[in-house]
């Protein structure tokens, strides 16, 4: 078995080289198809507060639905639990992520909160109890992040705004239910600057050591969410972080994550360590294709897992 | 936080007691409609071989699904993995464990070896490779329970097959895609079997404590699958081993499990311990409703979980 | 067998009286919800232009879905046969009419132009071939009906767009597919207005007695549309009128019909006549249910049906 | 307008004999698949008992989906309409004539009695009435066509049984619903030789001329079913008769009809004439290419549809 190290990281990004080329690009936003393929960036923090990084561990990428991880954290932050789930559930879907199928047949109530369905009512949540909902998010990444300049990336976030018919059926869907209270276009305007946060590895494995932590952040040492949540954000990213490949991840991988079609991931092994990896080019389930192999083989690496 | 310990135990039993009456008994054949929903039981077996039970630990009961963690390992032995993964699928289905929706829109192949339909095709499997499956499973749960008289309820098998119309359509469903090959009555009857195996929680905990032992039994330390295998058998359990409710129990309870109708949950926390619980009502996703709460305050006290 | 006549109407309104307060009005906007379920109205035109009444059918009621009819009448004075059914098919949906399952499977193509998402493309297509799409319709109806005073009911408009949620969805979701190319509001605006119409029985009989005289209109002879878009559109209704209670009305009633919420209903027996029917109580399909009952009668003492 | 007679239809047949190879011969079972596409024959018996034909009308073919309309025909006249109509429906099904889905959705019920769930349902309850349902209708065939030797193919019903995984799935989903009463293999066996009965044009038109003739035979004149019955099944035919293409056909030929994969075509214009068409070769629906274009030319030729 291997330690952790910028060695072993370097290795890793060298050992996956090959496959960048063989996923694709996310395309249905101009700003997210003109990212190169070849960029690859790899970032942890061990529970010591120790720090290793390999690659394009410092370009900031798009986050896209890694902020669904976010959202949730903030909405647990701001309401009593059963407010949040008579509103979402906390099973996979079964179903692609953009899905109305299963919706309409559960009545306007999404399965998960990492879903596009769930993560518009996470929103719809903090837009009901924040005056400035990406005021507060920003706030809240570049204090856990410790990088006061990170930003919204408002190119992306119009173009995803310019297309974004798909989710505006979903939350119409969900109003025609009761299940959602505010304004749509006010609302998919705060879900879509969330989903184009620009970060990068360095910054998102040191954003999510909270969740390696018992719900504590790192340096500041601030409490973030209870160790309890901690623990349940994890186990809903273990079954529900990987979209429609939750089960294939888990399998390979074995550690709770969440990705973004911007090609990122964010994985932890509670009590170990905090990790982002970052491929642009997806694999059939819309998961970073390079990323999920650095994460397979950091894990056989250094002989830890979840199981 | 407690250490490990039968007056530990004890204690949850008697803490879940009440619970008893609020759930369900399965009832859809005779044979398991008459079990009185007042037993409880519950053993573990430590990473060290120690070993701990309270309540009716050594009452046997019908493992129903527990059995299709079986049907996989044994599979997982006898193919290579690929001839196994053509042929089923590893994500959580979102559906119900007997539904035809998903399976006739994935063109008869099954979402995960843990719902109905994807056990059949595990039997099928040993079907086409083993002379005598029934006596086979025999020896297998014998030898890793180390006790000789394990045996099927033939009445819950007999009775299972009476009632085996939805199963039939599964099976008959696949076959008209081309995922299975042998005969679907005798199919069904190894799968009735399998389903109808009399084993108490002593026996079921010291029997699955290979998935908490890297693939390695308890006693004669046989190797019954790989390390790799028992993990990735753990990360399935995580996503798709209670039902439609894997969400909801990772969340509460954190560890791999996988339960059966009989009110049976099997459980394990890798490098640390196996755990049986086992309470006849179920809660509305067809999970022990008191077993739930067991293994819940289990984690709570130990303060541990997987996440 | 009778003979058509005002006292043949006035028996066959008697009669259904008593199930006048079976069915349930239609609720979901409060302009609809107000309405006295006890009027009761019936109009024939008779293919040589003799007219008979009886009961509440000088009272102006909400045409609702009967409006779906004229928008496809009107499409198809404006586009090619071919630009209009690559966007909607002509197949019974077999869901209720304002399901998303079906549109979502099937790519964003309606199944039909009844069904309120195929409509909503109708309404699409006259608004990129119309300067003025409502007051259009108000031309055309007003001069088939004979009756310069027929206007919409804005109180209902209004309503019906303020619980649009689900029917923003539908638009939302065919635009997501690319099939819905002007602004969603505007659309849902025309569409509202059309459904809002507000005519009696004996202004709708007038109206539609078109598909009964080859597409020619009563009164000044206009053409409509030709004889074969005439018997086409009369198909449709057979097959698609009644919501998910075609085959049901087919089996009973057996004329080419289209219903609305409002608890209108017409239908024709081409070349013979063109009928009305009004009683607002609807049954479980949505279709008004005395005034399936009026049609069954009146096809029953006169022995003529299409079949 | 033409007027009908043997050269009208032989025109037709020349006309389309070019499109008799642009569909698909069916090819689910070799014996249908053996087929020549370049056969076409057409047979009409008018109100008066006039007979006319052309091409290959006497040539027997397997008449397949068609049988359905006899099984419905049969069992209207061995049950109170209540005890058919609480186990089938009679509505279109939007789906595939196969499908699981709605099935399972609707709890077992099928939509109606001529997709193979209606149509197993119907063969259950001749089973539970009928000592010899397959001599029975081999006896109404024979009177009704005025042939003796009219007979089952039994290598095609050999063949069909021998593929049947998935009626068989069909039938055993409707069992575990509680609507299927007898043996699943038995009724199959009852259902396949009902779809493998081999009859020419000739032969089909003259037994399908009681539902142009209010439910009376050509020739003996027989009273087959009463005249509210032939217009039910008539009405029925039209909006589920030709698969999932029923709006399609009546859009284009306005006509009852009722098809099969053997590339027949039965229709009837109530009151005017009984028609039977064949050519192998299907459209994407399922139903005989060449022939639903012979009923369209038939129909545009005379004037005639019941639109």
Redesign the interface.
Same mark, same amino acid.
């Given at each position: 078995m291997s330690e952790l190290s910028n060695a072993l990281l370097e290795e890793i990004i060298e050992e996956v080289r090959p496959l960048t080329r063989q996923g694709k690009v996310a395309d249905y936003i101009p700003a997210l198809a003109g990212i190169s393929p070849d960029q690859l960036g790899m970032a942890v923090y061990a529970a010591d507060g120790s720090h290793y990084q390999a690659g394009d561990a410092d370009t900031r990428f798009s986050i896209q639905s890694i902020s669904k991880v976010l959202s949730l954290t903030v909405a647990l932050t701001l309401y009593d639990e059963p407010e949040i789930w008579q509103r979402v %559930?906390? /099973? #996979? +879907? %079964? =179903?692609a992520f953009n +899905?109305?199928? =299963?919706l /309409?047949?559960e009545q306007g109530k999404p $399965? @998960?909160p990492f879903i596009n369905a769930g993560a518009l009512v996470m929103c719809d949540l903090l837009e009901s109890r924040l005056t400035a909902p990406r005021l507060r998010m920003l706030e809240i990444v570049r204090r856990l992040a410790q990088q006061n300049d990170i930003n919204y990336d408002r190119v992306v976030a119009r173009s995803e705004y310019e297309h974004s018919? $798909?989710n505006?059926?979903?939350? *119409?869907?969900m109003? +025609?239910f009761g299940n959602f209270h505010n304004d749509v276009s006010k609302v998919m305007e705060t879900y879509f600057h969330y989903c184009s946060l620009a970060m990068s590895c360095n910054e998102l494995a040191r954003t999510f050591f909270y969740l390696a932590n018992q719900g504590r952040s790192l340096g500041e040492d601030v409490t973030v969410i209870s160790p309890r949540h901690? $623990? =349940?954000v @994890?186990?809903?990213m273990?079954?529900?972080g990987m979209y429609?490949?939750? %089960? /294939?991840f888990? *399998? $390979?991988v074995?550690m #709770?994550a969440k990705s973004g079609v911007g090609g990122g991931i964010v994985a932890v092994i #509670?009590g170990v360590m905090s990790i982002a990896v970052w491929s642009p080019a997806l694999d059939s389930s819309g998961n970073s294709l390079a990323g999920t192999v650095m994460l397979e083989k950091l894990t056989e690496r250094l002989g830890r +897992?979840?199981?």
């Open positions: %559930g906390k /099973e #996979p +879907s %079964g =179903q +899905s109305l199928v =299963q /309409e047949l $399965r @998960n018919a $798909r505006a059926a979903i939350a *119409w869907l109003k +025609s901690a $623990r =349940q @994890n186990a809903l273990m079954t529900s429609d490949g939750a %089960g /294939e888990a *399998w $390979r074995g #709770p #509670p +897992s979840i199981f």
